[in-house]
Structure formats: C-alpha cells, structure tokens
C-alpha cells in the first residue's frame, strides 16, 4: 500500500497499526494517546452488555518483555515520524512493563524530551497480599520537540488537591481562600481561581462504577475525564488527535467533544463496531471505516473469537455469555433466541449431529450453523434432524456476506451499515409490556399485507 500524501480524519481503521501507520505522512498528528495491550500475560474475556457480545484477545507476548519491548518501539518509531514538532505522544502502561518502556521512549524521542510520568490513582477492593496495594497506572508523557510542545495548563477543583486530608476552608473578608490544616497546625493561603489550582502529575480519578452510562463493558476502558484532561492538556481545537490502539473509543470521543479533529486504528473488527456505534451516539453524522473484512478471504484470517463476532453481529444475534462449557451454542438469534453454532471451517455430519442434541437440551426446536461450506454428509444428517422435529440451518458465510441468507438484510457494502442490537444492561432489558407491543406492531403489519377478513377499529 503507497503512502498518502494527505490524512483524512474521521475515520477509523481496522488494521495492524505498524501496516497503516508507515502510510501516514510525516509531522501530520498533533496528539497521540496509545493504551497498547499491557504485558501482564493475562487473557481477558468480556460480555458485552448483558449477553450482546463477548470478545476475547490476549496481551501474551511469546519470548518475554524484549520482544514486547521490540514490538512497541516498532510502533513508537512510526508514531515519532508522524508527530507534529508541537506534537506529544502519551503512553498508557502500568507496572509489568513502565520501566522498560521509558527506556525505550528515551531512546526513540531523547530523554530531553520527556515532560511527565502522570500517574493515574484510582481506587479498588483488592485481595490480601504481602505487599501495598497497587492502585495507579502510568501515562509516559514525552514531547516531540520540548518546550516547543503544545500545553494547556491543567486545572483541578481545589477541594481535590489533597483528597482526604483533614482540612476546612473558609473564606476570609479579602476574598481569598484559607486553608486551615489540622497537621500540625499549619496555615497558609493559596490564590482563589474559578478554574481551580494547576494539577500536579498524580491525578485521581475513579475507575467507570459498574452503572454509569459511559461503561460499555470493554475490558480496559479508560473514565471519559482521564481522556478529555489528556487530550485538553496536549492539543488545540483543530488539532488532530489520534489512538492507534483505540479500542472502545474514548480518546476519539474525548477528541470530538473538545472540537479535535480524530483517527482511531484497531486491529479487532468487534471494537470498531463498537466506536462506530458509540460516535454515531454522541452526534457524529458519519464515520467512515476502512479495513473491515468484506471477503471470504478476509473472514477466515480473522481470530476465532473476531470471526465468532463478525457472523453473530451480522446475524443481528447475541452471543452466549459462556465462552466454554457452551454446549456448542456461540450464541442466539434475536428475539426467537434459536441457538446458533459458529465454525471456522468446513462442517461435516458430527457437527450436525452434536448440534442437534445441544438444540434438544435448550428445548427449541430450530437452530443455524454457520460455516464456509458443508459435505454431503451433513447436509443429509441435517434431513435425518427434521425428520425427528428439529430443524438445522445451514448457512454459508459467502450468504451472509451477500445478504442472501435468513436474518440478514440485504446490502451493497461493508457489513457495519446493518444496525446492530445495542449492549444491554440488567436494566435496559425489554420490560413484557414493550415485548408485547412490538409483538403486536409484528402482527398489524403482516396484517396490512393481507386482505383483512374485516374492518377493525383501531381508535382504541
């Protein structure tokens, strides 16, 4: 792919970072923010909403921290070429890894480069260890070009500055702010501002609380007011700001509502989905996706667990909240909840008849299994299925992408244009009153498309 010569934004791709970064032209983003997977050699599986989706991705790197270390400042390189000379680059990290990655961010930007180690403190129920409990993150801060960098001076509420200490205010008659501190007695003044005092590198900021509005369920989301303070920090209006690990979106969102220009990369179909979803939520007209898998080519390349998600999505279904012990079941259609069964691969006559005892155990009497192609044999296993009452579906993924199968609606273009069924929440279940109204609107219209055996009133 030929580098281009002018960067478009608005857009998020879908790709290898390091592939699209090398594309971008040199000294054209003013603001980089990047929260790569953390060397913590752990695997994380996440339900989306209450049952709508579950991705799975792994931050295990094969040969140890210098091969993670490798991997990033390959990255850090290309993110250096194409950053502004006013430009900063902020790197999320925590423990495992921040002492070797600031060594290696002194190496690729100079050591005179770096502005900050901003440490973001927040606070979480943790098991009893023999150690203190770790309760921040790092934010590696490092300027292309300092002192020739973008600031904006960070303002925090003075009541924050230090949270929890014992400590009264009050005003005194000349207007400014008197601090008393039972320590020690001491007493002193600071300077009444509006917009607060200038923030120090320790910011406190809570973790999303299980039911706030902006949590959607991703696995490592960052708080909407970690970001928007990063982005106001290190840009202007018109700047352009960009996440090559973009995951649900934050910085882009956090770019949007500060009158930034934005460009997100992430290599998971899933997670853009989900930042094409959430910036048409906060009032983007259109977002414009690049490197989504539209062949068959393109499915089969795809992780296990990203493909799983592409072929529910595009079934408008919802995943089974279980990754394994599923009986076979990856997830249900939408609102009959049919069981459906998601392979990689080929499908032969065992998977027939395996999925159709697990059909049986969910007491339905219908079920779909997608695949690239079926053998003969399974074809004729599902035939012996419906002659005992139980009806197999056998989809090909070459119909879903052309629209052509049962539950999916036909379109020209990428598969992110089929609405797809937002992640809920316990709370945000459909009550039994909408179920039945939007049962009953089900049935008016198929009425309407047939002579109706008489006039109905329909003013009450």
């Known amino acids: ?87 900063s680059l902020f ?16 190496d690729v930007f100079e050591e005179a480069n770096f502005c900050n180690d901003i440490i973001w403190h927040y606070r979480r129920w943790t098991a009893p260890s023999k150690r203190l409990q770790r309760l921040h993150d790092d934010i590696l801060w490092y300027a292309k070009d300092y002192g020739q960098h973008t600031y904006n001076t960070v303002y925090v509420p003075a009541a924050n500055v230090e949270k929890g200490r014992k400590e009264s205010y009050r005003e005194d008659e000349s207007g400014r702010m008197v601090r008393e501190q039972s320590l020690r007695g001491v007493r002193y003044e600071i300077e009444r501002d509006p917009r607060g005092v200038h ?3 320790v910011w406190y900021i809570p973790f999303i609380h299980p039911s706030a509005k902006e949590r959607l369920g991703y696995p490592t989301q960052k708080p909407e007011e970690l970001m928007l303070r990063l982005v106001e920090a290190g840009s202007n209006r018109g700047d352009t700001v960009l996440d090559p690990f973009a995951g649900c979106g934050t910085t882009l969102v956090a770019a949007q509502r500060l009158g930034r220009e934005w460009i997100g990369i992430d290599v998971s179909p899933t997670a853009v989905e989900l930042m094409s979803r959430r910036m048409a939520k906060i009032g983007v007209p259109t977002v414009k996706l690049i490197g989504m898998p539209v062949t068959e080519a393109q499915l089969h390349a795809l992780k296990p667990f990203e493909f799983q998600n592409w072929v529910i999505q595009r079934m408008n279904g919802t995943h089974s909240p279980r990754k394994s012990g599923d009986m076979g079941i990856d997830g249900f259609s939408f609102f009959e909840h049919l069981p459906i069964q998601v392979k990689q691969s080929g499908v032969g006559r065992p998977t027939v008849d395996a999925f159709q005892t697990a059909i049986d155990r969910t007491g339905k009497k219908r079920g779909y299994i997608v695949g690239f192609s079926f053998s003969r044999d399974a074809h004729e296993e599902a035939a012996r299925a419906k002659a005992k009452g139980i009806t197999i579906e056998l989809l090909k993924v070459a119909d879903l992408l052309a629209g052509k199968a049962d539950l999916v609606t036909p379109e020209t273009g990428l598969f992110t244009e089929l609405p797809l069924p937002e992640p809920r929440t316990r709370e945000s279940r459909p009550s039994v009153e909408e179920l039945v109204a939007s049962d009953e609107g089900r049935k008016r219209s198929r009425a309407a498309e047939e002579p109706a055996p008489y006039d109905s009133d329909d003013s009450n």
């Open 1 to 87: 792919m030929a580098p281009i010569s002018f960067l478009e934004t608005g857009v998020i791709y879908c790709d290898d970072n390091l592939h699209r970064l090398a594309q971008f032209p040199a000294e054209s983003v003013d603001l980089i923010y990047l929260d790569p997977p953390f060397f913590s050699n752990r695997q994380y599986e996440v339900i989306w909403g209450d049952e709508a989706e579950v991705r799975s991705f792994e931050d295990r790197w094969q040969g140890g921290i210098h091969v993670y270390i490798e991997w990033m400042r390959e990255r850090v390189i290309e993110l250096h070429r194409i950053l502004k000379p006013s430009g």
């Open 91 to 106: 790197l999320h990290c925590d423990w495992h890894a921040a002492h070797y990655l600031k060594v290696m961010l002194d």
């Open 199 to 201: 923030a120090g590198d």
